[in-house]
């Protein structure tokens, strides 16, 4: 059992978990995830690590409650446990392979919708802790909405966005990365993570301003070790598979029309049945436990 020994409220749906784990905290790495289960009949749910402290042996996660099994997840309280938490998964970010010294002389935005901002921040931090400095772009529809920011603050130079102008700038992220570009801002790389609609915006416009962009995929998974294929996707004329080709990939090659209307027919039986019936049963190795 994986006790959970804080749950808090970050706004209204998203909960915020510290949970012991000391085996996936000692290993993991920032663009990494987890698959949980709340209980033995429960199903898988791939959450990215928002952050991590070895030495606690504890691993921080971020919930929306969206669905069924997210919802129950979201009730649970400290003291509470958790039967399986499955980790690291995926591979780490990018970030953690080049040089310091290179890195330093980038310029780097990260742009978060969402919970999309949770998987942003161990980025952010990590390289805060490493005297890299970053810009960070936080979306939201409203300020109710805005997570993390006092943490965003101490690791990057924060800028947050708000659809309907209630804090911070207005408009959206991909205007704010745009107004940031034109006052003088010019990124070298930048990194989104968030709904796939707002990443597909946002590689548009990072491929007509000529940066460099990653995007942290998140399709419907299963098993998360690229067995099942639910969260198979195309990048760059290839099939790919989030949960371990990713979850980051290059966002100018990445097909997010197909990724996105794989996402809505998993959403219903017939939809599933079509993805069985046009790519099989065994995808990427067939663990026979998904129903697409």
Not at 157 to 175: H, I, P, Q
Request: proline letters at 4%; a negative charge.
């Amino acid at each position: 059992m994986f006790n959970i020994l804080e749950a808090n409220e970050l706004t209204t749906n998203i909960i915020q978990m510290v949970v012991e784990a000391p085996r996936v905290a000692h290993s993991c790495l920032p663009g990494q995830f987890l698959i949980v289960r709340v209980d033995p009949d429960g199903e898988r749910i791939p959450l990215t690590i928002c952050d991590y402290d070895r030495e606690k042996g504890t691993v921080e996660i971020v919930v929306q409650a969206v669905g069924a099994e997210s919802y129950k997840l979201s009730t649970l309280k400290a003291g509470d446990s958790f039967t399986d938490v499955v980790g690291p998964l995926g591979k780490p970010s990018e970030l953690c392979d080049e040089p310091i010294e290179e890195l330093k002389k980038k310029k780097i935005v990260f742009i978060a919708g969402g919970v999309g901002t949770a998987p942003v921040y161990p980025q952010a931090k990590w390289l805060k802790e490493r005297g890299v400095d970053c810009d960070v772009i936080i979306g939201a529809r409203t300020k109710e909405l805005v997570i993390l920011e006092d943490r965003f603050k101490q690791v990057s130079n924060l800028y947050v966005t708000t659809d309907d102008g209630s804090y911070g700038r207005t408009g959206n992220v991909t205007k704010c990365l745009q107004d940031l570009w034109d006052e003088g801002n010019k990124y070298d790389l930048c990194i989104a993570i968030g709904p796939m609609i707002m990443m597909k915006f946002v590689c548009k416009l990072t491929k007509e301003l000529g940066i460099n962009t990653v995007v942290s995929m998140n399709p419907i998974m299963v098993d998360g070790t690229g067995m099942c294929g639910a969260c198979r996707l195309t990048v760059g004329g290839e099939v790919k598979f989030a949960c371990v080709d990713g979850p980051e990939f290059d966002g100018h090659l990445v097909d997010f029309d197909q990724a996105m209307n794989r996402m809505k027919l998993y959403k219903t039986e017939e939809g599933r049945l079509f993805l069985k019936a046009k790519e099989g049963n065994t995808h990427h190795g067939g663990c026979g436990n998904c129903n697409d």
